[in-house]
C-alpha cells in the first residue's frame, strides 16, 4: 500500500512528541549508550569506507541527528556538520552539543525539518545541500516511507556524495515491546531491500556491512545493526 503525506505527517507527529519528552534523557539509558558507542565507534574507524577524501571542506549532513552521535564521530573529519531532526527537544540537544564542543553555529548546527513534508519544514536552502555524506543513524524504521526518504537524503548530496544508513536488520522474531513502540514502522530491513532502495534512489557503489557485535536491546535481547552506503553519481 502507499504511504500517504497523511500518514508520513501522523507517523512524523507521534516521532516529534515522543522524541520531544524523552530529549533530556534518551541518552542516558545503558542500552542506548551502548548502542551510541557502538555506531560512533564504527564511523571513525571506518571512516575512509564511507567512500569520501577526508579534508578541510568536507561538509556532513546528520539526518535524525538526535544529540549528534553521528556529527561527534565525524566531526575531526569535517568543516561543515548540520542536522535535522524532527524534534525541536532533540534540536536542542545537538546544538548544546555542538557548543560542547567548541563549534560556532558555522561549523555546526541543526534544525528542526522533516524531508517528508514540503515548504519550509523540509528545512530547505542551499545550507542544506551539496552535502559530501549525509548519514542517517537508527531512524529509518520511525519512518512511514523508507525508501522517500532515502531519495530525498539522495538529492541532498553533492555529486559522487555518499548516503549512509545506520539500522537494524530485520529480526527472525519481533522485539520486546518498549515505550517507544508506537513512533516505529517495522522492526528492521533485509540487505535486499535496502540495496533495492538505493538502487532506486540512483545510488551506486553500493557497500553492506554488519556490526561485529550485537546490540543490546530493550528486555534483554539483542539485534544487529547493519550499515549501508551508496553513492550519487560524479
Not at 158 to 179: E, F, M, Q, R
Not at 185 to 207: I, P, Q
Request: hydrophobic share 40%.
Amino acid at each position: 500500500m502507499a504511504t500517504t503525506t497523511a500518514d508520513a505527517k501522523a507517523i512524523g507527529e507521534l516521532n516529534r512528541e515522543w522524541f520531544d519528552s524523552v530529549a533530556e534523557s534518551a541518552y542516558k539509558i545503558e542500552w542506548v549508550r551502548d548502542l551510541v558507542h557502538q555506531i560512533s565507534t564504527f564511523l571513525r574507524e571506518n571512516v575512509e569506507w564511507i567512500g569520501q577524501p577526508i579534508g578541510s571542506d568536507l561538509r556532513v549532513l546528520d539526518y535524525a541527528c538526535g544529540a549528534g552521535i553521528v556529527s561527534m564521530a565525524l566531526a575531526p573529519f569535517a568543516s561543515v556538520l548540520r542536522g535535522i531532526d524532527i524534534s525541536g527537544g532533540m534540536v536542542e540537544q545537538y546544538n548544546d552539543t555542538a557548543r560542547h564542543l567548541g563549534l560556532s553555529p558555522e561549523q555546526m548546527r541543526g534544525v528542526r525539518g522533516n524531508l517528508l513534508e514540503d515548504g519550509e519544514f523540509a528545512a530547505g536552502g542551499p545550507e542544506f545541500t551539496g552535502f559530501h555524506i549525509a548519514v542517517m543513524s537508527m531512524a529509518l524504521h520511525h519512518v512511514a516511507d523508507p525508501a522517500g526518504m532515502i531519495k530525498k537524503l539522495a538529492e541532498r548530496l553533492a555529486p559522487g556524495g555518499s548516503l549512509v544508513i545506520v539500522d537494524w536488520v530485520t529480526p527472525k522474531s519481533p522485539p520486546p515491546d518498549h515505550p517507544a513502540a508506537h513512533t516505529v514502522t517495522r522492526h528492521g530491513f533485509s540487505e535486499k531491500e535496502v540495496r533495492e532502495m538505493f538502487a532506486d534512489a540512483g545510488l551506486s557503489d553500493y557497500s553492506f556491512r554488519l556490526h561485529p557485535r550485537r546490540s543490546k536491546v530493550p528486555g534483554g535481547e539483542t539485534q544487529q545493526v547493519f550499515y549501508a552506503r551508496g553513492r550519487t553519481g560524479a
